[in-house]
């Protein structure tokens, strides 16, 4: 049942391009899909309720079929339909110095989703394209795997990773930069403390920002909605700087000036260079 005061969206079946079909392990899309409606679920905008799914997936092949906008029906207010464009997760695997019996390996991985996020009572589409990251190690293995060049002067050796964990932490991380940047469309991230050259802002790893994010940084300005529909259009404040993200926790990140055109202080409110809405 739709939790009252939230909109409800349903989450088609997942797609792949057929580069990202070969490259992903079995049920990675299934994963993606469960991973997106956990984390529209946690913005606390949302409700993600059970939905006829034979009524979902009609509606995005006649989507996909026609190219027209999607029919009007449907009890979900949002329908996304998700595509995996390009996926890449591998293993990058060198002698470990002084023990060449082991390898020491990084992981790492991108992938770039496509939401069509369809509403059936205007028959409306509107398509984002969604990043995500995942990097882990480096760590110590077992260097049988590369048995017969344990040369510790070669170069790197890269394998697609069959690690069915790095894949969800993957799907996950997209899936919190969904959430994160609908967060930012409803409710503006803004900078809670500023130290020097440090800026604290009001979101972390509950958003999906990662080290390197590179994040605008605007005067606060008066909001601009549509009349009638409500929608955030913008606000009135300028650009006053960027930011690069040098630490995430949990619900707060911290920032190092790159650039700036005026003095950031606290209330500033943060962007990244694109936002979504529903």
């Known amino acids: 049942m739709a939790q009252e005061g ?7 079946e997942v797609t792949l391009s057929p580069s990202a079909a070969a490259a992903a392990p079995a049920g990675f899309g299934d994963t993606l899909r469960s991973e997106i409606q ?16 034979h009524e979902i997936e009609a509606m995005i092949a006649e989507l996909a079929r026609s190219g027209r906008a999607a ?9 996304y339909a998700v ?9 990058e695997m060198r002698v470990a110095p002084q023990l060449n ?3 020491v390996v990084t992981t790492r991985g991108e992938l770039v989703v496509q939401i069509s996020a369809l509403s059936p009572a205007t028959g409306n589409v509107v398509r984002f394209n969604i990043n995500g990251a995942h990097q882990a190690g ?26 069915p964990q790095a894949y969800r932490a993957l799907a996950n991380n997209a899936a919190m930069r969904l959430a994160g940047r609908i967060l930012e469309n409803n409710n503006a991230v803004q900078v809670v403390d500023v130290d020097g050259d440090r800026v604290f802002i009001s979101r972390g790893a509950d958003a999906g920002y990662a080290v390197g994010d590179m994040l605008t ?26 930011i690069r993200i040098t630490e995430v926790r949990a619900r707060v990140s911290l920032g190092s000036i790159e ?20």
């Open 138 to 163: 480096p760590a110590m293995r077992d260097g049988l795997s590369t048995r017969g060049n344990r040369d510790v002067n070669r170069g790197a050796l890269v394998r697609a990773s069959s690690d």
């Open 38 to 53: 956990v984390a529209l679920e946690g913005t606390g905008l949302f409700s993600v309720p059970g939905t006829n799914e």
């Open 217 to 242: 940084v605007r005067s606060l300005g008066r909001e601009l909605r549509d009349p009638v529909t409500g929608e955030r259009l913008g606000d009135t404040g300028g650009e006053i700087g960027r």
């Open 71 to 79: 029919p009007r029906t449907s009890r979900a207010q949002y329908i």
């Open 259 to 278: 650039q700036g055109v005026g003095a950031i202080a606290v209330g500033a409110i943060v962007r990244r260079p694109q936002t979504a809405q529903p």
């Open 6 to 12: 939230r909109t409800t969206v349903a989450v088609g």
């Open 83 to 91: 595509r995996v464009e390009t996926l890449t997760l591998n293993d």
């Open 101 to 103: 019996t082991h390898d």
